[in-house]
């Protein structure tokens, strides 16, 4: 494709700071020119008139007709219509004649001459987030856009899109005003091709042989010459281009280098798109083929890409993959955050943010990286996601606006770096400036260049990290994902897996709440590192839980786990550190089986290692005995459960350890538990064992649950007993409302007790947080069944029906020695006022 030496008269010069010569003229017109049409011309939006400009054109030597120097954007000529909608417009003539498309040729002195019939095409320059201009391209044969030369121009928009984005990134970097032409403009010379992909023969214009070094008469069409003058290391990333897949109908850009006869290495860029035959098969790929010297990286910038290479050579997790990358680049970039994060389906995973002060992110970011798994929803990042999409570098300037989830990110500028690996985008990772920042050519060279190195390195340590992050999600799977709300207390947790090696411990966590206003706290650690390990601690926490419901005393809990542990199939053991604790009271009941003390912090600040007496480890003697010690909690008291892997280490003594995370508990602030909980973690980032802290604060309750019990004898008119005891009971309580529900439910459920079980019956009436819950409690081991359907003439088998009917909750658990059944009924609005003023007056 010649390119068309450019008019004088069609040619619009532009003050810009830099004075243009008739060498760099000639460069524009082989920019423009390349697209092979008569007339070219590129629009930019003029500043704040609703309004493109005519920023440069090209050719008009052969054109039938011109273009006007400007486009109204609300106007419905196809160019304003390509700026606002994304899509390429490929109008008629009736078209042409809209909103002044179209003028007379230059230089027609001819008074109302009218515009020719010719072909006319209007390509928007940029994405959604940015669009840059439009690119308008005239040729006077009316069908001289096929489908080919239009995949071509597309193609070409898209390179024209990518250096008017570099020109304005280095003209603001050296005089601070946004300009889209300059002489920098030479970065966008391209040529085209035409790629037959089942013979491999390529028809490569007489540009895109020059950028190779290639003279027409050497060029025998085979793609494999072509390849022969590429660097080693770019050439796996262009065959997986011509790979099944490898490059879609919608497009594909990668940039790489290529080695000319004189030894000098040149950057290249290239844009492609397949074409699919009727049968669905790919047939051919066409392409753009540019000079992308401007990401060619300067001394500074391969000093620092050797450095990361040389930092990612060691690492063998994705936490220390991202570590290094920021490492790396914020103090080069001066950015004041970074954020690293692995795609998962349509998920993206954060492994590191800069600083890592919650405070430094928006909310959003706050609340996923504070859980354990800090994963967002691509979606709700659409910036990001079309970045992704896109594959390459991304900036946003200052002031720019953004979804809430990167607002704060970077108000001063804000760059995301798409992490490519073997065809795909393997992660991404953002740069944020506080201050207004001047994005430069050099900073979107070194992004470039240290991407793809990232990316590689996020996949091998995936491959790596694979066996880990089986057994990691085994681990998680059997850990609870949330803590219940406590009456009287907040509960946190925090897990953090090893960071070193490739298997995972068995430290667990569980907050279980009982019966009575009162809560276990139980954390334990199963010996070893291994997915067995793992099963190990699922199994154990599940029979410690289900024997904790049951209402077995704390001791009598882990005797009995215990005695299980022994029956299991495994030589491994396990410590654990159980609590009781009367949220109503503030009364603590600790077991220690092995494991570490708990650690206190009074409310005055003061901390302490709470002398618990201590049984063997679970699962080493069947006579093992594990005695009770009683503790009282006052208001405001922080109680913390650990395990080893946050005191000791291989240079940590575990004397040492627990007197650092003493010390980092007293400093803490107990306003804020979940931030208490951060401060105990600190800021290791390599662990050999895993690390789990679980901690309450006890706040006590202002308002006591009121509790009434009667034990049922078992009389024939045991039932009106318990109606009597309930009536009493509920006026006490200024109870009236519900009172004939609460007493269908006393009948119904106390009636079923005496009629099949056998042994003691027991009526429990608790009123706390507006609820009156009923709870019957017999010795049969057996649920209640409640019937499917019951025949009208059937005696009885409705009174599981008429308490679900009338109940807000009902169900039954188990207890030692039998079951509970229960109900809650739900309180009216007067009653729950009356409930509040008697608390009030009883304080």
Request: aromatic residues 4%; glycine residues 10%; negative net charge.
């Amino acid at each position: 494709m010649d390119a068309l030496a450019p008019r004088a008269d069609t040619t619009v010069a532009y003050d810009d700071g830099f004075p243009r010569t008739e060498a760099e003229q000639a460069v524009t017109a082989r920019v423009l020119g390349s697209s092979g049409a008569e007339l070219t011309a590129v629009y930019v939006p003029a500043e704040g008139d609703g309004e493109l400009q005519l920023a440069e054109m090209v050719g008009g030597s052969g054109a039938p007709c011109g273009l006007p120097s400007r486009y109204d954007l609300s106007g419905d000529s196809p160019v304003a219509a390509a700026f606002r909608t994304g899509l390429p417009q490929w109008p008629g003539p009736a078209e042409q004649a809209a909103g002044g498309t179209l003028t007379a040729p230059p230089g027609d002195g001819r008074a109302g001459a009218a515009p020719a019939a010719a072909a006319l095409g209007a390509l928007p320059l940029g994405g959604d987030a940015k669009r840059l201009g439009c690119l308008v391209v005239l040729d006077q044969a009316a069908d001289a856009f096929d489908d080919d030369r239009r995949h071509l121009l597309e193609l070409h928009a898209d390179q024209v899109a990518a250096g008017l984005e570099a020109v304005a990134a280095r003209v603001m970097a050296r005089t601070g005003r946004r300009q889209l032409l300059g002489p920098g403009l030479d970065a966008l010379r391209g040529g085209a091709f035409t790629l037959v992909l089942h013979t491999g023969r390529i028809d490569a214009d007489a540009r895109v042989l020059e950028l190779f070094g290639i003279g027409p008469q050497e060029f025998d069409g085979r793609v494999e010459t072509l390849l022969e003058h590429t660097a080693p290391d770019d050439v796996p990333a262009l065959m997986q281009t011509v790979e099944p897949g490898g490059a879609s109908a919608v497009g594909r850009q990668l940039s790489f280098r290529i080695r000319r006869a004189n030894g000098e290495l040149r950057w290249l860029s290239l844009r492609c798109r397949v074409l699919i035959d009727a049968e669905g098969t790919p047939e051919r790929m066409l392409g753009v083929v540019a000079d992308a010297s401007y990401l060619r990286p300067s001394a500074d910038e391969v000093s620092v890409v050797q450095r990361l290479s040389a930092a990612l050579a060691g690492t063998t997790t994705i936490r220390e993959v991202s570590r290094a990358v920021v490492t790396a680049l914020r103090a080069p970039l001066a950015a004041s955050r970074m954020a690293v994060a692995e795609r998962a389906a349509d998920r993206l995973v954060v492994t590191l943010l800069d600083p890592p002060e919650p405070e430094s992110w928006p909310a959003s970011w706050q609340s996923a990286w504070r859980s354990e798994w800090p994963e967002v929803s691509a979606h709700s990042l659409p910036t990001v996601e079309g970045v992704l999409r896109a594959g390459h570098v991304a900036v946003w300037p200052p002031g720019s606006e953004l979804e809430p989830g990167l607002a704060g990110v970077g108000p001063g500028g804000l760059a995301v770096l798409p992490l490519p690996a073997n065809g795909q985008n393997v992660g991404v990772c953002l740069v944020g400036w506080d201050d207004p920042h001047r994005f430069g050519p050099e900073e979107r060279s070194l992004l470039t260049a240290t991407a793809g190195l990232a990316g590689q390195a996020l996949v091998r340590a995936h491959a790596l990290d694979a066996g880990h992050e089986l057994a990691t999600m085994l681990q998680r799977s059997l850990l609870p994902r949330t803590l219940p709300e406590l009456a009287g207390g907040v509960a946190v947790v925090r897990y953090l897996p090893a960071t070193m090696g490739l298997e995972v411990g068995g430290d667990w966590y569980d907050v279980i709440p009982l019966s009575d206003g009162h809560v276990a706290l139980v954390i334990g650690d199963v010996e070893g590192h291994s997915a067995g390990a793992a099963t190990i601690m699922g199994q154990m926490r599940t029979a410690i839980r289900a024997y904790a419901v049951e209402g077995h005393p704390p001791d009598v809990v882990i005797a009995h786990a215990n005695r299980l542990l022994l029956g299991m199939e495994t030589d491994l053991f396990a410590t654990c550190c159980y609590v009781d604790l009367d949220m109503e009271e503030g009364i603590a009941w600790f077991v220690r089986a092995g494991h570490l003390p708990p650690l206190l912090r009074h409310p005055d600040g003061s901390t302490e290692e709470v002398p618990v007496e201590g049984g063997p480890p679970l699962g080493v003697s069947a006579e093992g005995e594990f005695p009770l010690t009683e503790v009282g909690l006052a208001p405001g008291t922080v109680l913390v459960l650990l395990t080893d892997g946050l005191a000791e280490s291989s240079r940590l003594p575990l004397e040492d350890g627990i007197r650092q995370v003493r010390a980092a508990l007293a400093a803490a602030d107990p306003a804020d538990a979940g931030r208490l909980a951060d401060d105990l973690l600190g800021g290791a980032e390599r662990r050999h064992d895993d690390v789990a802290v679980l901690v309450l604060r006890y706040d006590g309750m202002r308002v006591r649950p009121a509790r009434a019990r009667w034990a049922v004898w078992r009389l024939p008119d045991a039932v009106m007993h318990a109606r009597r005891f309930t009536s009493r009971t509920l006026r006490k309580w200024q109870i009236t409302e519900e009172m004939d529900v609460a007493l269908l439910v006393v009948s119904e459920l106390v009636t079923n007790a005496i009629a099949h079980t056998q042994g003691e019956v027991q009526l429990d009436l608790t009123l706390a947080a507006g609820r009156l819950r009923i709870a019957v409690n017999d010795g049969s081991p057996r649920a209640p069944v409640k019937p499917v359907s019951v025949d009208w003439e059937a005696t009885g088998g409705r009174g599981l029906l008429l308490v679900e009917a009338v109940s807000a909750a009902w169900g039954s658990v188990p207890l030692s020695g039998g079951k509970q059944v229960w109900s809650e009924i739900g309180l009216g609005p007067e009653e729950r006022l009356a409930q509040a003023a008697a608390a009030e007056a009883g304080e």
